[in-house]
């Protein structure tokens, strides 16, 4: 299932993987996660989109980055304003299948996320809820 070894990952809050180039990068998010962060943030679904969601050439939405490459919600001590009902994306981060599918996209992704390689081995079956989980739909 995975290419990956062992792999390993303990957040230590460093804030990386909420930064990104806002030219070719966004937090992909479903109508649903919308809805659970507008109604957390107290916003209309409109006022909401406005101010945070783009639409990509195939339809697919997201949240968009500042112009620095920072999430938005990404608060000043490198902590999610919205954790609770983050986006799919974020809380399966960094078990995505393009990267645990490689070890090369892995080790290459470790330079940029200091929490990679830190912590307990995740175990197989965790592994696999957590990409499972990335790929449901809403």
């Known amino acids: 299932m995975t ?3 062992s792999p390993r990952f303990q957040c230590t809050g460093c804030g990386q993987c909420c930064t990104g180039d806002p030219a070719h990068h966004y937090v992909e998010v479903s109508r649903k996660e919308q809805k659970r962060i507008y109604d957390y943030l107290h916003m209309s679904a409109r006022n909401f989109r406005s101010q945070y969601i783009e639409t990509a050439a195939d339809e697919s939405e997201g949240i968009r980055l500042m112009e620095n490459g920072q999430c938005p919600f990404l608060e000043p001590d490198n902590r999610c304003g919205i954790y609770r009902v983050r986006p799919d994306q974020c809380a399966t981060y960094p078990f995505w ?21 830190l912590g307990p081995t995740i175990p197989e079956p965790e592994v ?11």
């Open 3 to 5: 290419s990956v070894n």
């Open 97 to 117: 299948t393009e990267l645990i599918s490689s070890q090369s996209l892995w080790d290459q992704e470790k330079r940029r996320c200091e929490g990679i390689g």
């Open 128 to 138: 696999r809820a957590r990409l499972a989980a990335r790929t449901r739909k809403d």
